[in-house]
């Protein structure tokens, strides 16, 4: 089992393990008259009438209610609003970063050692994985989905081959749902990437969009979250940016063993969520916050079956490929035959609808297994309405 076999100071990079985290301001003292940090005490550089750019709640605190002053470096209510939604017992198990995308890169910085270690990943999945595996001058190995049919699932027996051959493969993304497959990836899978014993390092579930996998009692079953408790191997990020509709402050989480989410802690800038980005998603993971994500969710589930049932009937559109368990749907263009996915035809028509017809989806046929393929973020019902309009008029 993991946990016996799992050695994290063998896999964290010696210059991390050492790391004595830096000891900031706030760290000591957040209340008096606070002539220790270097901030400005004259108040922000704002008109008169802006003092407060977003509304305030009620019991809103010191650093909140200032905003010339640092924010709280440790968001303790966060940590315990979101500990209580995905079922953790403990706050210790995050860590809370400027988006995922901080997260990604604090991983790769973390476990991998530039021009040494590698990262593992699956395509057709999230670029931002190479990307800042790049930035990191760290190496990637990767291993397709099975992409037969649609089916965008991992090749176990494969993924083992590789992490067998290559010790210095640290970190194991996968994203589940996938971006852009739209598919969740079995659970007996994953687990036999953690349980995997010739495998030192770290595995990253990627669940930015696993709020979209819901019963209809609202459960997401489907979430990884809870198994930080079990496997010291595991971290899974995700998001405020999808289901909770705040992509644009910017608050990612990461969930994994304690001592991991400390390292992390240590690791990062020491004021990276700011109080404006605070004080909403403290908002965002309060009752009422989560009852309105939540019906927003149903909403988005039910325009995603009417959307994927009107493109089916349109003309040139071919299948609906993957799970459908996220936020968007990956749709075929085909040819004018109308018997291949075309990605001539498909860059066409996404060139024509962002460039003329006013609604912009995202091309995706150069990806593996998305042959002639359009990623459609499922839209308000009056969006979607156009977008379909619009591919009636292109295609019929
Ligand atoms: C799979 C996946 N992970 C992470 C992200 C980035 O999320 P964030 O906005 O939290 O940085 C995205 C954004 O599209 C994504 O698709």
Known sequence: MARDRFDLQAVVRPNIWALKPYRCARDDYSTGILLDANENSF???????????????????????????????????????????????????????????????LVIRVFCQPGKDKILICPPTYGMYGVCAQVNDVEV???????????????????????????SIKVVFICSPGNPTGTLINHDDIRTILNFEEYKGVVVVDEAYIDFCVTEAGQSPASTAKWVEEYPNLIVCQTLSKSFGLAGIRLGVSISSPQIAQIFNNTKAPYNISSPSSIIARSALSPSGISQMQSHVSRILSERSRLITSLKSLPSIGRILGGNDANFVLAEVLDKEGGKACNERAFGVYKELAEKLGVV???????????????????????????????????G
């Open 141 to 167: 190995v990767k291993v397709s989905l099975d992409v037969e049919g649609g089916r965008f699932q991992l090749q176990t027996e494969l993924v083992k081959k590789a992490l067998a051959a290559d010790p």
């Open 43 to 105: 108040g922000p550089a704002l008109p008169l009438t802006h003092q407060s750019p977003i509304t305030l709640p009620t019991d809103a605190s010191y650093s909140d209610s200032h905003l010339e002053r640092y924010p709280d470096p440790h968001q303790a209510e966060i940590k315990t609003s979101l500990a209580s939604l995905r079922g953790l017992s403990s706050t210790s198990h995050f860590f809370l970063g400027v988006g995922s995308d901080e997260s990604i890169d």
């Open 361 to 395: 989806v995202r091309y995706r046929g150069t990806e593996l297994g998305c042959e002639g393929c359009l990623r459609i973020t499922v839209g308000t019902e009056e969006e979607n309405g156009r977008l379909l309009e619009r591919l009636r008029g292109l295609l």
